[in-house]
């Protein structure tokens, strides 16, 4: 019998294989897809990010954790199609225009994806009109904005600005993040709000989409 | 009055008493973006000419010696014979850059953009093999294309990753000799950036001036493979290091105490707000070649040794010092923790701060003049207390900065050092 304790273990831990070997055998027992992404791997993403807050996981753990379970998301994802199975809520992430910085954002992509959202990661280098177009498309619940150069982050307010324009703006809410971006920033470009980390970010998209 | 090597020299031994030493341009991590090289040119009104780029990944301009004198710089840069991409630093050509700047950059770079606005750089200018790097449309300097083939863990060595470096030879050492000669005659104090040193650098590990890389070269895999992979990684800074220690051999039988200062490794150990790695895995990978190599040096030469990485450091700091390093730059004061008191307190006596004069992410970028005044006064003072401080700001000054900041920065600093 497959011992989920374990699936939460290797993901925690970032071990590839062995997330995917416990995910195939649950599966092959019938254990409901749900049933293992809110018990186990939501869960183990949730523990990483925290540890990753409080100064005891570094990037490289949550890289490996992150690739974990995306292991064995891939697994689960056919068994959910067509099934009415619930996402918290719809997020659409990339990198602003001019800006190639991925690392950050793929994270704050996965912990959203491991923590039960659905996530469109649209990339780097994302103009305004790519971010409108996939919101529409996906009905996005939450646009997300990374940048890691002060020569980029202006770029942002852009988007918000078209956002506003395409009326969208109470559709929509609008997370900012990377190295140079703080509060105060976010406030005075009208972007919802600004998180310092994935963990964070996922935190505060629950509150946002709880107020709204 | 002192002269630049004797300020460098007193700050470097922590003893106070003589002006602030100060450094734009002697290292591709204290220097200038071009656009704002040809502002203060044009403030200063000098002559009116393409800026020679001197680093091409970050697209940093020469500070020659008339812009040096009237910025008030005491130290010049040793580069390297290649850049980043393994291209020839020798000859150059005219280029006019997406932003429509005249520029002198190396022959095999061209500027000319595709037909979506991006510039494409090739390893050692051959376009015969895959693109390394990319300059997007509406960006200011280049970034590397990960080139990275499917790893088979069973044939993985870490030679794969040991290809870019390699014993020097005549030709090279001629080249050091004749460049830190030239360096040295400024009379300035002299840093080199000699290459080979940086160990697990993740500006190094795509390997842009390689044409068909091997090993590990996405940036993700190299942080997974500090912990996946610590043997792979224990053997690829075991063998960097004898190489490194050869080389510096050499280098310092070459050009001697023409050079003052060595720029050793760039990998940056912090990010805004945490570490790449614990405190425990820093001792345990990198310090114990850190420390082999830096012993060396130490115990042959006169070089004080130069340590680069950005981000929240504090807690890496007593392993960096016990690592060996004299210099930490460029000390990001605004990052978590980094309050230059306490810097100065805990590890003033220990270690030299070479930067953390201004932050770069707000201040310099986006602030009024009295605020970039007031900090430079700020930190001049808390840093600069008895010696052990090079004014620098925190990491290159970047093409968006209004240059009126840039001369407000040297005038206040031209009046704390009178």
Known sequence: MANLQDLYNAILNGKLEQAVAVTQEAINEGISPTEIINQYMVKAMEEIGARFEAGKAFVPNLLLAARAMKGSLELLKPLMRDKNTATIGKVVIGTVKGDLHDIGKNLVASMFEGCGFEVINLGVDVSSTKFIEAAKEHHADIICMSALLTTTMMYMEKVVQAVEAEGLRDQVKIMVGGAPVNNAFAQKIGADAYTSNANQAVQVAKQLLAAS | ?418
């Open chain 2, 1 to 418: 009055m002192t002269n630049s090597k004797e300020r460098v020299w007193n700050a470097l031994n922590h003893r106070g008493g003589t002006p602030v030493p100060v450094d734009f341009g002697a290292t591709t991590v204290t220097g200038i973006h071009c656009r704002i090289v040809e502002q203060l040119r044009k403030y200063y009104g000098l002559a009116d000419k393409p800026v020679r780029i001197v680093d091409p990944f970050q697209m940093l301009g020469e500070v020659d010696e008339e812009l040096q004198e009237r910025m008030g710089v005491d130290l010049v840069p040793l580069f390297g014979r290649k850049n980043m991409f393994g291209i020839d630093e020798s000859e150059v050509h005219e280029q006019v850059t997406p932003w429509g700047q005249k520029v002198l950059i190396a022959k095999g770079i061209d500027m000319t953009p595709d037909a979506e606005g991006d510039v494409y750089i090739y390893p050692e200018g051959d376009r015969s093999v895959s693109p390394s790097a990319v300059m997007p449309e509406g960006y200011y300097f280049i970034n590397a294309i990960e080139r990275q083939q499917p790893i088979d863990e069973a044939l993985l060595s870490y030679q794969d990753n040991l290809e870019e470096y390699a014993l020097l030879n005549e030709s090279d050492l001629a080249y050091w000799k004749q460049a830190a000669g030239k360096a040295a005659a400024t009379g300035k104090a002299v840093v080199a950036g000699f290459g080979g040193t940086a160990l697990g650098d993740v500006a190094f590990i795509p390997a842009m001036g390689l044409k068909h890389p091997k090993g590990i070269r996405s940036v993700a895999e190299w942080y997974m493979s500090t912990l996946i992979r610590p043997d792979f990684v224990h053997a690829l800074f075991e063998h960097q290091t004898d190489l490194a220690i050869r080389n510096y051999e050499m280098l310092w039988n070459t050009v001697g105490d023409q050079v003052d200062v060595v720029f050793t490794c760039g990998t940056d150990f912090g990010t805004q707000d945490s570490q790449f790695c614990s405190e425990e895995v820093f001792r345990e990978l990198w310090l114990p070649y850190y420390k082999r190599l830096n012993d060396w040096i130490h115990t042959h030469t006169t070089w004080k040794i130069f340590k680069h990485s950005c981000g929240a450091v504090l807690p890496l700091i007593p392993a960096m010092i016990d690592a060996g390093f004299d210099i930490l730059n460029p000390v990001q004061i605004n990052a978590k923790d980094m309050d230059s008191k306490v810097l100065k307190e805990q590890f003033g006596d220990q270690l030299v701060f070479w930067g953390g004069g201004i932050d770069t992410q707000r201040v310099l970028a986006f602030g009024t003049k009295e605020e970039v005044r007031r900090q430079v006064m700020e930190q001049c003072e808390i840093l600069g207390k008895d010696g052990g401080f090079v004014f620098n700001t925190v990491h290159n000054i970047q093409a968006n900065v209004p240059v009126e900041n840039v001369i407000t920065m040297i005038e206040t600093l031209n009046e704390i050092r009178r």
